[in-house]
């Protein structure tokens, strides 16, 4: 069977992502693999990333720990010290010699993180955000985190930024998603609690997530900035949409490249179209989507890039495979967080290997 041309599959056609030519709107997004030994990447990562990489595609990193109190576990990489910079530094080339744009995603877990191997929890004591939440856990209750300390906070991510640059990344993504990590926290009035600054109102809950993005754009510039939000998650907003607005609003006045944003999967209504009004930068989709509301969301002008995890996870080389109309790998849920640096992480194949 002929292979479909490019300008029949509206996933595979050009797009300007600011300085960046893109040469199909798929993205590899963030996804936690466990394979960084003490959130450190290994050679292993460098080969993971370079085959999912293609000429003119973007991909983004696995959540890198802005600092050493906001990493959740020993196996998730960081890239707050010189000896991450020089690990990630092979990855960036490894993506790059492949002709890809390549991001690293920046985060604090917030009441993720784990104090236990923390070493400086105890003494600055900013490893847990907002107030305790509801679940039972076998870790120490979340303390809120004190306001004379996120200035260091924000500082980390400066830092971070900073460091990813260093290390060769096109930009950096700030993961301001939920799932209890920091900057939703904050967003977020279901699980916030605060009474100061950073209180009730939609304007106070957005000002951390946006003091970190003015610190990172006057460190490494706005146009090498993404921010990802999930405002629809499961533990939502009470006005989510009013606060995805809001933000939506705010970092087109900052000059943020592109906002990336989760959808929940289990609804059919097109949640983004107020986000798409507000945002003047690249509209990244995420949530669930396959081939086909793919390309109906690109071809409806929904959205700019689609990013597809779990799909690309298990189908390193997606594009090819949605350009030609190929049969997909399953992915194994199972080795998603194991710590083998080949099953289930580097050994699904390509076309080419399947045939």
């Known amino acids: 069977m002929e292979a479909n041309s490019n300008s029949a599959v509206p996933l595979c056609t050009p797009y300007k992502l600011g300085r960046f030519e893109l040469t199909h709107r798929i993205v590899f997004p963030a996804l936690t693999r466990n394979r960084s030994q003490n959130n450190t990447p290994q050679p292993h990562v460098t080969e993971y990333y370079s085959q999912r990489a293609t000429n003119g595609g973007l991909v983004i990193s696995e959540a890198a720990a802005a600092s050493d109190i906001s990493k959740e576990c020993p196996n ?19 993506v790059h010699e492949k002709g890809g744009v390549f991001f690293c995603q920046i985060w604090h877990s917030g009441r993720l993180s784990v104090p236990t191997i923390s070493a400086l929890y105890f003494s600055i004591g900013v490893g847990w955000s907002t107030r305790p939440d509801d679940q039972v856990y076998e870790k120490p209750t979340p303390l809120p985190l004190k306001s004379d300390k996120i200035p260091c906070i924000v500082n980390d991510f400066r830092i971070a930024a900073r460091n990813a640059i260093k290390a060769g990344f096109d930009g950096i993504e700030i993961n ?64 989510s949409e009013a606060l995805a607005t809001y933000m939506a609003n705010e970092l087109s006045k900052l000059g943020v490249l592109y906002l990336h944003v989760m959808e929940p999967r289990e609804t059919a209504n097109k949640s983004l179209l107020p986000i798409r009004k507000a945002f003047k930068g690249t509209l990244i989709a995420s949530g669930g989507y396959g081939k086909s509301d793919g390309d109906k969301a690109i071809d409806e002008n929904y959205a700019d890039l689609i990013s597809f995890g779990r799909m690309f996870l298990a189908n390193p080389d997606l594009p090819k495979r949605f350009e030609v109309n190929a049969p997909l790998n399953k992915y194994n849920r199972s080795t998603f967080y194991t710590n083998d640096p080949i099953i289930g992480y580097t050994d699904y194949p390509s076309l080419e290997v399947a045939s």
């Open 176 to 239: 301001a998603s939920s799932g209890g990590y920091l900057i939703d926290e904050f967003m977020n009035d279901q699980i916030h609690g605060r009474t100061d600054e950073y209180d009730e109102s939609i304007e106070d809950r957005c000002r951390l997530a946006l003091e970190i993005v003015e610190a990172v754009a006057n460190e490494i510039g706005a146009d090498k900035i993404g921010i990802k939000l999930s405002p629809f998650d499961s533990k939502k907003d009470s006005n």
């Open 76 to 94: 998730l990489p960081g890239i707050w010290n010189e000896e991450q910079v020089e690990a990630w530094k092979p990855v960036v080339k490894g």
